[in-house]
């Protein structure tokens, strides 16, 4: 017997036939990125059913050496799920683990396995009146504990944050199999560290997540969405000021969309329909709420709202949501955004954030360099204009092989747009995490001092690199000689 047969042996013990396969044809959905950008290779899929198997897992794989990849809803966007092409990582699916286990209505406060999904968390609030405050395109697939583990964004971190403001408390197993517990969420709480933030973020290279507390919001009163069409980015920045000035805390989400990502989703989708009749190069997509007892109020504020800026030349024409279902078609425009690129043909995609108020500037000063220096392409900036953050896409010259383009070129863009973002003070990732796609780039480019914490952290928390081998921390070498 080899030591990976002991291994496999030891662990299908432990989970039983439904807990652990090398079936290769189950396997294969889990072993390529959602991009379709990295596929690897697994010893075994393993999808325990409780955080007891998760720690015992962990702790026979700490005996055998085993690297573990740990996987939720694979709808990442770096490449953190993926297994290296080795087949000596054990790929540690969540998904089986998705009940909730505590549902406060009084306190707005659930706490979730790490494989609740997205949207059934937003379901399950909806029925207590209740409203989880993060969404995303990929609500459908991506889990409670892929979402933490990223620290995910969406398109309502204008007004609620980040991941990190959602998270009250977390479970955890460390890389020895011990279970770190801080799911009662304290108001105050100065003990030390706020080790659950450590663990938000940290793209399962520091612990498994395996439960969650997790702030709820009440139900809005009412929402208006807004389709806007602008003649240039800098007229959305001004909108937004307007809009933020205006509307105040109930301004939610503010997305730009360009004339020709609107254009890729009509194609994409047959029966998706341009919100204006007219063209225009960018559009600005709203979102006013307000709660239950000045939703009355809203409407007012969304007239005056877009009359103001009709007056000030501030938008070129905008149509208000008639109805929910017509604010689900704006919003599935902007979601749909991702998949109708992808469509298309091959791109380098960026997740990049700059100061607020330089975005428009970075997008109108980058977007021709790199056309430029990279004659053929195109480049595509759209999203989170609110937070500071858009997807900057360098779309292939027409014709381009998918995969070899990648190959032959996409290195060089990509630092070449790195090196820009980083001149203008900004993020190489905003809220898609490093994992591989990325590691090298920030060793090239992260803070000398912050990368010497970030390997000090790993190396004390998983001393021996088997927590997601080659993601996140650019080490010289990821697993410590023994
Ligand atoms: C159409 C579309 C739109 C999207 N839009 C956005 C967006 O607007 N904003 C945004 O932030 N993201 C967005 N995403 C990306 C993605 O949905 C998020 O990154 C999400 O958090 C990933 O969750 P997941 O469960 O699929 O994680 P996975 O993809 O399975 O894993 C992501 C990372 O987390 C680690 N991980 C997963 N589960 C655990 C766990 N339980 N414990 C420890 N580590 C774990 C993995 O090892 C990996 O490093 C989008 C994706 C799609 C497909």
Known sequence: MTQSDTFLAAAADLLGPRGLTRDADLLAPWLTDWR?????????????????????LVKLCAKHDVPIVPQGGNSGMSGGATPDGTGEALLLSLRRMDAI???????????CEAGVILQSLHKKAEEHRLRFPLT?????SATIGGLVSTNAGGTQVLRHGTMRAQVLGLEAVLADGSVLDTLTPLKKDNRGFDLKQLLIGSEGTLGIVTAATLRLLPESGDRRVIWAGLDSLQMARKLLL????????????????????????????????????????????????????????????????????????LLGDAVVAANETQAEAFWQLRDSI?????????????????????MADFVEAASPMVEKRFPGTRAIAFGH??????????????GAARGEWEKSEGKAISAYVHDLVTEWGGSISAEHGIGQVKRDELGRLGGPVALAVMRSVKQALDPRGLLNPGKLVPLAKDRATP
């Open 338 to 358: 991702a998949p109708a690129e992808r469509a298309i043909g091959p791109a380098m995609q960026h997740d990049i954030s700059v100061p607020v108020a330089r």
């Open 385 to 398: 204009l609110g937070d500071g953050n858009v997807h900057f896409h360098v779309l292939a010259p027409a």
């Open 242 to 313: 307007h809009c933020e000035r205006l509307a105040g805390d109930s301004l939610e989400g503010f997305e730009v969309v360009p004339a020709h990502s609107l254009a890729a989703v009509l194609d994409h989708l047959p029966d998706a329909r341009a919100p204006l009749v007219g063209k225009h190069s960018w559009n600005a997509l709203i979102e006013l709420v307000a709660p239950a007892d000045e939703a009355e109020a809203l409407g007012g504020t969304t007239e005056e709202l877009l009359e103001s800026a009709m007056k000030q030349d």
């Open 101 to 111: 286990r505590d549902f406060d209505a009084d306190a707005r406060q659930v706490t």
């Open 136 to 140: 995303l395109g990929g609500k459908g």
């Open 36 to 56: 379709g950008r990295f596929t690897g290779k697994a010893l075994a899929l393993a999808s325990p059913a409780n955080t007891g198997e998760v720690a015992r």
